[in-house]
């Protein structure tokens, strides 16, 4: 297994396999971000594999990545074994088809001139072929929704929660295998978040679904997850089935996040400074170093690989 390279092997089908994923952007004046910096997972089929990081650290551009949207500077997406990168545009639209994401923001993610039957028929049309009324209603009532009430209705008359139902009744009614949820609920009422995380749970279970869920609130990738990827500054640092998460995480960064929840039980070192280091300059070797109690010289000189510590465990740190 080596450092960048690493696939996470477990029992049961790889639905998604992503090697060496990197995301650049050219900013100007030579300059340029590094949001993604070769990331290596897999995605078993029916899995939930939660992203979990903070602001910046790449989350959504590994998500968009994967989708092809746009396609990543570098690295390999393979979706039941055919490779995404590279693939000419028809095909890539078939593909993309199996994948579907769900955004932070589901009242701009919906034309505000449309009405709601309009909305969830989108996508298909997009796809050539607009579905009849009953597929429509029937996608309605999948998420929770009258159609009756709804049909007729724009995305101001409806609340933040009905927005991403229709959101994600629009994405199923393209038979997708993979689901992408980037911050699914992180814009709505807390009130109305373990309804649509209720509701992205069932749908996968149902029917089968594989899912990312990114999200920088660790309770909440807690509960959705099966396994839980964190990242930090484009890389990532530790890979842990959920139940392990509170009582076996093993990265400083991750230790870190644990600790800064509310109620988090205390003992861990604080962090060294709190600032996100720019991703257009990286830290060398470990990029957590600049935060990390515990870096020593061979973290700048050397970058960590992730290595396997136990089944499905994975950790990049010298130290641990
Ligand atoms: N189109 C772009 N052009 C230039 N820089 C970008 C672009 N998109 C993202 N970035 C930068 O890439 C880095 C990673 O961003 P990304 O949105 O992937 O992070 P994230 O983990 O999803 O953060 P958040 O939790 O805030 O959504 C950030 O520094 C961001 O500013
Ligand atoms: S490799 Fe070094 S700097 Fe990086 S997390 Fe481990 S101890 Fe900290
Ligand atoms: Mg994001």
Known sequence: MAGTGTTHLRPGERVLSVEDLVVEFPVGRGRTVHAVSGISFDLLDGETLGILGESGCGKSSAGRAVMQLPP????????????????????????????????????????????????????????????????IEAALEAVGLDPATVWDRRPHELSGGQCQRVCIARALLLDPRVLICDEPVSSLD????????????????????????????????????????VMYLGKI??????????????????????????????????????????????PTGCRFRTRCPLATDLCAKEEPNLRQTTDGHHVACHMV
Request: proline share 9%; charged share 20%; net charge positive.
């Open 72 to 135: 990543p500077t570098a690295g390999s997406v393979k979706l039941n074994g055919t490779e995404l990168t590279g693939l000419g545009r028809s095909a890539l639209r078939d593909s993309r088809r199996k994948m579907q994401m769900i955004l932070q923001n589901p009242v701009a993610a919906l034309n505000p001139r449309r009405k709601v039957a309009d909305l969830v028929a989108e996508g298909p049309a997009v796809w050539g072929g607009k579905p009849d009324r009953s597929r």
């Open 190 to 229: 807390v009130s109305v978040q373990a309804q649509i995380l209720n509701l992205l749970e069932s749908t996968r279970a149902r029917l089968g679904l594989s899912m990312i869920f990114i999200a920088h609130d660790l309770a909440v990738v807690k509960n959705v997850s099966d396994r839980i990827m």
């Open 237 to 282: 640092c530790e890979v842990v089935p959920s139940g392990a998460l509170a009582g076996s995480a093993l990265h400083p960064y991750t230790r870190l996040l644990l600790a800064s929840v509310p109620d988090a039980p205390q003992g861990d070192a604080e962090p060294e400074n709190t600032e996100l280091p720019s991703p257009m300059a990286p």
